[in-house]
């Protein structure tokens, strides 16, 4: 397991859909070395009403909530889901369970919805040169890593594999010719590890 050769000095937070095996999991990981001192739960759970079921979503979270890991679920306000978002939300808060909201991004019926720090960063109607660094791992199901999440849904070339040996993990800025057609999820503006507003996942220089 990737987690227990990571430094025991490096933090660790787990962005899931929870579609494994929840026992193995709790069998090989110490619930201690994925929690920490902060606003928000390490294992952060994404809750998809369009393709996931509830009852049994929850029933894994409990387990894992029972066996001592740190963790809670997100919904996104997509607007055609708030009602089943909101319902859910309510439903878990009965059962113990910490569950949050997050804004949706992107187009809806025509209108574009979220806050993005980067005008026109998602629009598509312009590609523009610009120098790029994230402060996230983005690593796909081959391993393969990206300079952002635009990288891996539009299936661009990746930056190196987590697998090899000479790869190293650099913390720059890189070149990117496609500014104009980012990913919500890079340029929004969110709340930060301190729950303070305004981070973003990507620095933009132009």
């Known amino acids: 397991m990737i987690l227990n050769n990571i430094k025991p000095e490096i933090n ?5 859909n929870l579609q494994f095996d929840e026992d193995e999991f709790i069998q090989k990981l110490d619930p201690n070395r994925i929690k920490r001192k902060s606003h928000y739960a390490s294992i952060r759970v994404s809750y998809h009403p ?3 079921k509830l009852e ?6 409990l387990k894992l909530q029972d066996n001592s890991f740190s963790i809670g679920i997100w919904g996104v306000m997509h607007p055609a889901q708030e009602h089943d978002i909101l319902r859910a939300k309510e439903y878990c808060a009965s059962l113990g369970i910490d569950f949050r909201t997050k ?19 998602c629009d598509k109607k312009f590609t523009r040169n610009v120098l790029c660094k994230t402060t996230e791992l983005i690593i796909g ?20 594999n987590i697998l090899d040996e000479d790869f190293e993990i650099e913390e720059k800025f890189r070149e990117c010719d496609v500014f104009g057609h980012c990913n919500p999820c890079d340029v929004k503006l969110k709340t930060n590890r301190f729950q303070q507003f305004g981070h973003t996942s990507v620095e933009i220089k132009f």
Do not use: N, Q, S, W
Not at 108 to 119: D, P
Not at 146 to 160: A, K, N, Q
């Open 12 to 16: 660790i937070d787990i962005l899931t």
């Open 141 to 160: 199901p081959g391993g393969d890593v990206y300079r952002c999440h635009g990288d891996l849904y539009e299936g661009r070339t990746p930056i190196g």
């Open 56 to 61: 049994p979503l929850i029933k894994k979270v």
């Open 50 to 52: 369009e393709t996931m």
């Open 103 to 121: 804004e949706f991004l992107g187009e809806y019926k025509g209108k574009m919805h979220g806050t993005y720090r980067y005008e026109g960063a």
